[in-house]
């Protein structure tokens, strides 16, 4: 889900609720180029985000996206 916010005060009400829909199981990414932040939401355990290089290597040339900068932005914003 992408979601735009007003300020920090709207975006911690969205994910507090998320949180709360989504028994914590929610990851966020910002976009700071684009003022977004897009939010990952599961039903079931979240993955970890610990994912191997090869694995991230693997899909980069898979799929010609750039998920080392997907992932490192997302361990980034997801640290606890």
Do not use: C
Not at 36 to 43: E, K, L, R, S
């Amino acid at each position: 889900m992408s979601f735009l916010v007003k300020d920090e005060q709207h975006f911690a009400t969205v994910y507090r609720n998320l949180h709360q829909v989504f028994d914590g199981q929610v990851y966020v990414m910002s976009l700071p180029d684009h003022k977004n932040i897009i939010a990952f939401a599961f039903n079931k355990k979240a993955p970890e985000l610990n994912w191997p290089q090869s694995r991230i290597t693997e899909l980069e040339a898979k799929y010609g996206i750039e998920f080392s900068i997907f992932t490192k932005r997302l361990m980034q914003d997801n640290q606890t």
